[in-house]
């Protein structure tokens, strides 16, 4: 059975919320020392309290001038981030952009690629032949696709295609 959450606007509960500070240490030099990472553990333990509580950093000793400075600048500037993230972000969304259109193209043409180049999807050579159809359509030299895996995969459809044709009865 599945659960539905009535208000899809409410905040995820912290998971750390109701857990002594005792024992999220405990956890936190547990993980440390599991990982090999016992060389920032006062950082981790930081990271700890203020991801139990993101006001921690108000009430504790263990955090310095230095680090209540960033901890504030990063509330009163949540979206000052720099540049190649940016960036990052920008070049991943319009790449799956450019993406999802390829593939609705793509999808899109299979329905006319049948009438189109006279393909009887009727026959297992047929219906075969449709799926790689877009594939085996792209010009292998094409310039744009050197060294891309969508060149790689129109050689290699190009040559099961031949093969497929010699090796075939139909």
């Known amino acids: 059975m599945v659960r539905t959450v009535p208000n899809v606007d409410a905040k995820l509960e ?82 799956a952009a450019v993406q999802g259109m390829d593939e609705a193209v793509i999808n899109g043409a299979q329905l006319i690629y049948p009438g189109q180049f006279g393909i009887d999807i009727h026959t297992s050579y047929g219906s075969w032949l449709l799926l790689c159809n877009p594939v085996m359509l792209a010009d292998p030299s094409n310039e744009s696709m050197v060294g891309t895996e969508e060149n790689d995969f129109c050689y290699l459809s190009d040559l099961i295609h031949h093969v497929h044709l010699v090796c075939s009865d139909e």
């Open 14 to 95: 912290n998971p750390l919320r109701g857990i002594s500070q005792k024992h999220l240490m405990a956890d936190v030099e547990v993980f440390a020392r599991e990982r090999g990472l016992t060389h920032i553990l006062p950082e981790l333990k930081k990271g700890a309290l203020v991801a139990q509580d993101p006001d921690a950093y108000l009430h504790f000793d263990i955090f310095t001038y230095d680090d209540r400075f960033v901890l504030e600048d990063e509330v009163r500037h949540k979206w000052r981030q720099t540049g190649t993230l940016y960036y990052m972000v920008i070049m991943s969304s319009l790449a």
